[in-house]
Structures are given as C-alpha cells and as structure tokens.
C-alpha cells in the first residue's frame, strides 16, 4: 500500500515537473519580448518585468518536488556517497523527519499568514502598472512546498523499504513512464 502511494505522488510530480516545463518556456518568452521592446524599441514595461519576475518564482517553486523526484538537488556526499546503500536510505529516512518535513512544515506554517493577509487585501503590484493579484502568486509558496513535502513522503516510503532490506536498489521514476 505505501509503494503505491509512492507511486501515485511520482506520478503526479511527473504531471507537475511537464507543467512546469511550459510555465519555464512561458517566462523564456516573456523575457526575450521584453529584451525586444527594450532594446529595439526603447520601451519597456512594469508588467513585463513583474511577470519575469512571477513565472520564475512559480517554477521554481513548482520544480522543487519534481527535483527531489530525480535526486537532481545539490548536496555535498563528502561522506554519504562512500556509505552502503542500505546506510544512505538509513539516513535519508531518519534525516527526513529530523530535518526536512520540520522544515517543510514551517515554511508552509510561516507563510500561510503572510499568503492570508495578501489575499484578504487583494494585493497587487505596488508599482502602477504591475502584475495584479500578487496574492496568488504568494499562495505558489504553499502549493511549491506542498508539493516538496509530498515528494518526501514518496521518498521517506521508498528509503524505509531500501533500508529494510525489501528492495535491492533505489526505484526511480524510469518505473512510472
């Protein structure tokens, strides 16, 4: 049952990871439009800027979980990457609940205020001519972080089963497509 689960929250950050992918080629575009009013046309834009600014922090956000999924963020292995297997899914699996879902946690725990108070105001651009409705942008921390706890529930359930012994080797998402 918990494979499973590990399975379903792979495939939804899979779905997450392809989305992210657009909204990435999406500010790709914005940036080169707005280099090309700029430079070529001497005009430039609030909006555009601001919107520069907002789909980078959406995919950023976005991609975290997705990240984690293929073990792509940075970490030092100094030491870790000498360890057995079995003693790394050890370590991913108690450094988890000792480290990473506390702060997974208090991220969503600080921000849902500053996310509330956002939206309760409308909140917008303080600049005329801004992206509106910053407050949604501002709601992405929780969704982002979310998703990154999710992703380290699909994890933890994947160590335990490594470091009990039941599977041989880490099961990536080669699985899932």
């Known amino acids: 049952m918990l494979r499973e689960l590990a399975r379903w929250i ?6 997450v ?14 940036v080169f439009f707005d280099v090309v009013q700029r430079y070529a046309f001497n005009r430039g834009s609030v909006f555009m800027q601001e919107l520069e600014w907002h789909l980078f922090a959406v995919s950023y956000l976005l991609a975290a979980g997705y990240t984690m999924l293929y073990d792509e963020h940075v970490r030092v292995d100094i030491v870790y ?28 725990y600080t ?5 509330r108070n956002s939206f309760m105001v409308n909140e917008g651009s303080p600049d005329p001519g801004g992206v509106p409705a910053r407050w949604a942008l501002k709601s992405v921390i929780i969704i982002g972080f ?9 994890e933890t359930i994947k160590n335990f089963y490594v470091a009990m012994g ?12």
């Open 166 to 177: 039941w599977e041989e080797s880490e099961v990536r998402v080669k699985e899932i497509h």
């Open 111 to 115: 921000a849902t205020p500053f996310i």
């Open 146 to 154: 979310a998703l990154l706890g999710l992703q380290g529930v699909s």
């Open 10 to 15: 792979d495939a939804v950050q899979e779905r």
């Open 17 to 30: 990871g392809r989305f992210t992918s657009f909204v990435t080629l999406a500010m790709v575009l914005v």
């Open 81 to 108: 990457s000498r360890w057995s297997l079995r003693k790394r899914a050890w370590a991913n699996f108690i450094f988890a609940f000792l480290f990473f879902f506390p702060s997974v946690f208090l991220v969503i």
